[in-house]
């Protein structure tokens, strides 16, 4: 880190269950050159992540909230009660999330519960915790 000036607070956010609004949860400091905008913020993976793309269950995916969108960019959306870390493309008005290697595609329309949160900007993957064979 560069110091204090060279650092910034991202809010991790996590996702309220019972009102389906984001809150921040806690915050983490990060060099200011690793975050992409102001307003970008970290959500948690959840199991499936998206595997095919590299990331996994808790890995700390870093959210550009300001950035449009474009077909085959990897984003985060809620979907209902749930996080989606998918690929997406457009077809006409429906959005289609890439289901590869995280479970089947998404497609959804006007009338489904959805928010495109925001394009992810980066991965930040915590260090595993190596478990030690008890006989030893």
């Given at each position: 880190?560069?110091?204090?000036?060279?650092?910034?607070?991202?809010?991790l956010m996590?996702?309220?269950?019972?009102?389906?609004?984001?809150?921040?949860?806690?915050?983490?400091?990060l060099?200011r050159?690793?975050?992409?905008?102001?307003?970008?913020?970290?959500?948690?993976?959840?199991?499936?992540?998206?595997?095919?793309?590299g990331?996994?269950?808790?890995?700390?995916v870093?959210?550009?909230?300001?950035?449009?969108?474009?077909?085959?960019?990897?984003?985060?959306?809620?979907?209902?009660?749930?996080?989606?870390?998918?690929?997406?493309?457009?077809?006409?008005?429906?959005?289609?999330?890439?289901?590869?290697?995280?479970?089947d595609?998404?497609?959804l329309?006007?009338?489904?519960?959805?928010?495109?949160?925001?394009?992810?900007?980066?991965?930040?993957?915590?260090?595993?915790?190596?478990?030690?064979?008890?006989?030893e």
């Open positions: 880190f560069a110091g204090a000036t060279g650092t910034m607070p991202v809010p996590a996702l309220n269950p019972a009102t389906g609004a984001l809150d921040a949860d806690d915050h983490v400091t060099d050159r690793l975050v992409s905008a102001p307003d970008a913020f970290l959500v948690r993976a959840l199991p499936h992540g998206a595997p095919v793309h990331i996994l269950q808790n890995d700390l870093l959210v550009h909230p300001s950035a449009r969108a474009r077909d085959g960019d990897l984003i985060v959306a809620r979907v209902g009660a749930a996080l989606l870390v998918r690929a997406m493309t457009r077809r006409g008005a429906t959005l289609v999330l890439d289901g590869s290697g995280a479970g595609d998404v497609e329309s006007s009338g489904d519960d959805f928010v495109v949160l925001g394009v992810v900007a980066g991965v930040i993957r915590p260090p595993r915790r190596v478990e030690q064979d008890a006989t």
